[in-house]
């Protein structure tokens, strides 16, 4: 068990994609129920968006600020924690899965304020462990209205956890993303939970 929360975000406008991402499906899944189903391992999962879908049978939590940015996801999430740390995961990362996560828990120390995965060559701001004590930096950066979560790093003292080219982190942002997804997952050796 991983003594921490997972918020999954679906706050995004999904212009680039043209409908909610959440809700494509691979493999007899939607993204979301692939991502929850990857988090079994955390205390307690939550969804993060700026309202409740009508069809949304998961807990649920409602974004704090009028901003969309990942930075409103993370604040939203930290000012509802009640575990020090907590996973911020977007629903850009449709074939993450619990091995990250393992390596991510098990790579934290008591002196940093986040664990970020790079893979890719990009770090990924949007599936990392945060610590709830960075939460007066955030609140300070979001007065200053400084949204990006990559200059919010720069604040902090973050653990970089180096993955390679891993398909976990290919990045679902426009129906181009996804229908390559859909064409390379049979051949994908993927550990999913």
Same mark, same amino acid.
């Given at each position: 068990?991983?003594?921490?929360?997972?918020?999954?975000? /679906?706050?995004?406008? +999904?212009?680039?994609?043209?409908?909610?991402?959440?809700?494509? *499906?691979?493999?007899?899944?939607? =993204?979301?129920?692939?991502?929850?189903?990857?988090?079994?391992?955390? $205390?307690?999962?939550? *969804? =993060?968006?700026?309202?409740?879908?009508?069809?949304?049978?998961?807990?649920? #939590?409602?974004?704090e600020l009028?901003? +969309?940015?990942? /930075? +409103?996801?993370? @604040?939203? %999430?930290?000012?509802?924690?009640?575990?020090? &740390?907590?996973?911020?995961?977007?629903?850009?990362?449709?074939?993450?899965?619990?091995?990250?996560?393992?390596?991510?828990?098990?790579?934290?120390?008591?002196?940093?304020? %986040? *664990?970020?995965?790079?893979?890719?060559?990009?770090?990924?701001?949007?599936?990392?462990?945060?610590?709830?004590?960075?939460?007066?930096?955030? $609140?300070? $950066? /979001?007065?200053?209205? +400084?949204?990006?979560?990559?200059?919010?790093? $720069?604040?902090?003292?973050?653990?970089?956890?180096?993955?390679?080219?891993?398909?976990?982190? &290919?990045?679902?942002?426009?129906?181009?993303?996804?229908?390559? #997804?859909?064409?390379? @997952?049979?051949?994908?050796d993927l550990?999913i939970y």
């Amino acid at each position: 068990m991983i003594t921490a929360k997972a918020f999954i975000l /679906i706050g995004g406008e +999904n212009k680039r994609f043209g409908s909610p991402k959440w809700k494509a *499906v691979i493999d007899g899944k939607t =993204v979301l129920d692939r991502i929850w189903d990857s988090c079994t391992e955390f $205390e307690n999962r939550f *969804v =993060v968006g700026k309202e409740k879908p009508s069809d949304l049978n998961k807990s649920f #939590i409602q974004d704090e600020l009028k901003l +969309n940015a990942p /930075i +409103n996801g993370l @604040y939203t %999430a930290l000012k509802n924690a009640k575990t020090d &740390w907590n996973l911020l995961l977007s629903c850009d990362l449709p074939l993450i899965c619990s091995k990250v996560f393992e390596n991510l828990w098990e790579s934290k120390s008591e002196n940093c304020d %986040a *664990v970020i995965p790079i893979s890719n060559g990009k770090m990924q701001v949007t599936c990392g462990l945060y610590h709830k004590r960075i939460l007066p930096k955030m $609140e300070h $950066e /979001i007065q200053k209205e +400084n949204y990006s979560l990559f200059k919010l790093l $720069e604040k902090l003292n973050p653990t970089i956890v180096k993955f390679g080219n891993e398909h976990w982190f &290919w990045n679902m942002n426009t129906k181009k993303d996804y229908k390559k #997804i859909l064409h390379i @997952y049979p051949e994908l050796d993927l550990f999913i939970y």
